[in-house]
C-alpha cells in the first residue's frame, strides 16, 4: 500500500532534476525511486546513473519512464542497471500500446494483481495478447534497422562485441540522437540568416539552453511568446506546418519553472 508520495524539485534556471533534493526525499521508508530519462515539457535528461545509486542505498526499486525519450536516443538498461523501463510503442512509430522491461528475478518474485498468475512474462500480460501491437513493434524495429544500414559507414568500429541485431539498433537511435542535437543547435541557436529562439528577445525559452550541454536535452522545446496567446502561438505555427502544442502535458514542470519562487 502506498502511504506518501515526495516529488523532487526542478532547478528552475535550466529545468534539471534538483539532486540533493532529491537525495534529501529518499530514506529507509523509501520503496521505489521512479524518475523519468527525459521531460516531455522541457526535453532535459535526468542523470540517470547518478540517480540509480540513491535507491540501491536503501534497496528500494529503481523505475523509469522512458515514454518521451524512447524516440530520441539509446537507452541500455544493463549498463544503468534499472529495476524496471516502461515505455509506449506510438512514441517510436508504432501503434499504442505498453511495453515493460523488468529484471528476472522482479518479473518472478513480485505478484500482480490478476487472478492465477503465472511465470513471467506471461503472468504480466492483461491478458490475450494484442497481436497486431507486435505486429506493429516489429515494423518500427525494421524501420531503425533500415536507417542503420544507411549510416553505418560511420560506425565502422563502434558497438563491437553486440549481436547484429542490437549494433544495429544501438547505430539507428545514437544517428538519431546526434540528428536531434543538430535539431536542438538549431532552434535554439539559429542558422544562416534565421534567428533561433534565444535571439527572439520577445520570446522566454525554459529548459537547458546552453549549447555546450546538448547532449543532456533531448529535441523538445517549450516557450512563451509575450504579449501573445499561447492558443494563437499554436494557431500561427500551424499555417506553416509545424506541430506546437499549448497545455500541460499533465505535467507539474510548469509548477515547478513557472511559479513565484
Given amino acids: 500500500m502506498i502511504q506518501e508520495v515526495r516529488f523532487a524539485r526542478l532547478n528552475r534556471d535550466e529545468g534539471t532534476l534538483d539532486m540533493e533534493h532529491l537525495k534529501g526525499l529518499v530514506d529507509e521508508d523509501t520503496r521505489v525511486v521512479a524518475v523519468a530519462v527525459a521531460s516531455?515539457?522541457?526535453?532535459?535528461?535526468s542523470p540517470l546513473?547518478?540517480?540509480?545509486?540513491?535507491?540501491?542505498?536503501?534497496?528500494?526499486?529503481?523505475?523509469?519512464?522512458?515514454?518521451?525519450?524512447?524516440?530520441?536516443?539509446?537507452?541500455?538498461?544493463?549498463a544503468v542497471d534499472f529495476d524496471f523501463l516502461a515505455f509506449s510503442g506510438y512514441k517510436i512509430f508504432s501503434s499504442h500500446g505498453s511495453f515493460l522491461y523488468g529484471k528476472g528475478e522482479h518479473l518472478k518474485a513480485l505478484q500482480p494483481y490478476k487472478v492465477a498468475p503465472e511465470y513471467p512474462p506471461c503472468k504480466?500480460?492483461?491478458?490475450t495478447r494484442d497481436q497486431s501491437m507486435f505486429t506493429a513493434i516489429c515494423g518500427a524495429v525494421d524501420h531503425l534497422?533500415?536507417?542503420a544500414s544507411q549510416v553505418d559507414d560511420r560506425y565502422e568500429n563502434q558497438f563491437v562485441g553486440y549481436p547484429a541485431m542490437v549494433r544495429s539498433l544501438k547505430v539507428a537511435m545514437d544517428a538519431i540522437e546526434k540528428y536531434g542535437r543538430e535539431l536542438s543547435r538549431a532552434m535554439l541557436a539559429?542558422?544562416?540568416y534565421v534567428p533561433g529562439l534565444l535571439q527572439m528577445p520577445?520570446?522566454?525559452?525554459?529548459?537547458l539552453k546552453d549549447l555546450s550541454r546538448l547532449e543532456e536535452r533531448d529535441p523538445t522545446f517549450a516557450f512563451k511568446v509575450r504579449g501573445i496567446p499561447d492558443e494563437e502561438v499554436e494557431h500561427i505555427w500551424a499555417k506553416y506546418g509545424i506541430a506546437l502544442r499549448s497545455e500541460n502535458y499533465y505535467s507539474r514542470v510548469w509548477r515547478s519553472i513557472m511559479s513565484p519562487a
Fill in 40 to 45: 516531455n515539457v522541457l526535453g532535459t535528461k
Fill in 49 to 78: 546513473k547518478e540517480i540509480g545509486k540513491i535507491p540501491r542505498e536503501v534497496n528500494a526499486y529503481f523505475v523509469v519512464d522512458s515514454v518521451h525519450h524512447i524516440a530520441h536516443g539509446p537507452i541500455d538498461v544493463q
Fill in 124 to 127: 504480466w500480460e492483461w491478458g
Fill in 145 to 147: 534497422n533500415w536507417l
Fill in 190 to 192: 539559429g542558422f544562416d
Fill in 202 to 207: 520577445h520570446v522566454n525559452v525554459y529548459g
